[in-house]
């Protein structure tokens, strides 16, 4: 069956990243693509590397424009999405990558975000270990998917197997995180042009103020963790595309790094996009970039008395546009792994 698609916020990074992916998907057809500034203009001029998408014109981003597909990819700034989805059938897919439907809890949306909230949508993790199962069985059947953020994403992924088997302490959990600037968006901002980011690293949302802490502490919550305390610092480093996560929590008494690593192993198992490495070995952002995975390493640093986990993804695969497709294929029936791939692009 060949689903029609259309795809709002095409002229930007997340955009660009699904439909890059779909390009590839045998049972999605991108038939709209939608913008605001760059309306009028064909999407190849605005993103030159798909060139199989040649002939298609980027229309307004409106509901009546997107209406009458079958599968709507929201890829547009925060705030933007919640007023234009309720416009849409209820009989439509439709998946929010931005982070209008993730918080279930209005005080969070009020202190990280602001403006009007939004009620929450299914999360789009499917491999996120819940205290019974994995959020893979909510996706089933559903027509509304929050496509999760990529910092949250790379950090519960990374530590959630942990909360799972009651193996860590959830209220002392520290994660530093080396990002590319994509994650920011495709806007002119100073602080993201390459002079002033190449040969340089800096910290930024320090402080507990980073919007995707309290996305983290409400999956580690549905991990099985009664309370849960975060503290994220994400920092800018110069490469495009990427995030390496170093997760840190304390560990309960008894708690080896073989325990560890077969609770991580376990959770993960059966997860093609998942992957948890051997002993001894640790990812790098290089060996994701392009692919839908999440590539995880541990171990124990046995005088702090923690488990130290590092996370390796590309946050415009598996941080955003990837979880989305592989969301979408799972609420429509179709093989979770269609159209997307577990090999990166080297060098």
């Not at 390009?23 to 709209?32: C, D, M, N, Q, S």
């Not at 602001?114 to 089933?140: C, D, K, V």
């Not at 560990?251 to 093609?272: M, Q």
């Not at 952002?285 to 488990?307: H, M, S, Y």
Request: net charge negative.
């Amino acid at each position: 069956m060949t689903y029609s698609v259309a795809i709002a916020g095409a002229s930007g990074y997340a955009g660009g990243e699904v439909l890059r992916l779909l390009a590839g998907h045998p049972e999605f057809e991108v038939r709209t693509v939608t913008a605001h500034s760059n309306a009028g203009q064909r999407l190849v001029d605005v993103q030159p590397h798909l060139r199989s998408y040649g002939d298609l014109v980027l229309q307004d981003t409106t509901a009546k424009i997107l209406s009458g597909h079958d599968v709507v990819f929201l890829a547009l700034p925060h705030g933007s999405s919640g007023v234009l989805a309720a416009q849409l059938s209820a009989d439509t897919l439709v998946i929010d990558c931005g982070a209008d439907h993730r918080l279930e809890d209005k005080e969070d949306w009020d202190a990280f975000y602001g403006g009007e909230f939004n009620s929450a949508w299914t999360y789009g993790i499917p491999e996120l270990p819940l205290s019974s199962g994995s959020q893979r069985e909510f996706l089933a059947g559903t027509k509304r998917i929050a496509a999760p953020g990529c910092n949250a994403s790379a950090i519960s992924l990374a530590i959630a197997p942990g909360v799972q088997a009651d193996l860590i302490d959830a209220v002392d959990i520290v994660s530093v995180l080396s990002v590319g600037p994509s994650g920011a968006g495709k806007s002119l901002k100073v602080d993201l042009l390459a002079s002033e980011i190449m040969g340089s690293a800096s910290a930024y949302a320090v402080g507990g103020v980073h919007r995707h802490t309290p996305e983290i502490a409400q999956n580690l919550r549905k991990a099985g963790a009664a309370e849960v305390s975060v503290s994220m610092t994400p920092v800018l480093v110069p490469m495009s595309r990427g995030i390496l996560a170093t997760t840190t929590a304390r560990i309960k008494p008894g708690v080896t790094l073989e325990k560890l690593h077969a609770a991580w192993s376990a959770a993960y198992a059966n997860e093609p996009f998942v992957q948890v490495l051997p002993l001894g070995q640790f990812p790098r952002t290089a060996d994701t970039v392009g692919a839908n995975t999440c590539l995880i390493g541990l171990a124990l640093d046995e005088n702090a008395g923690r488990v130290v986990v590092i996370s390796a993804l590309d946050n415009l695969t598996k941080g955003t546009a990837g979880a989305a497709i592989q969301s979408a294929n799972i609420a429509l029936g179709i093989p979770e792994t269609t159209g997307l791939t577990t090999n990166g692009v080297a060098p």
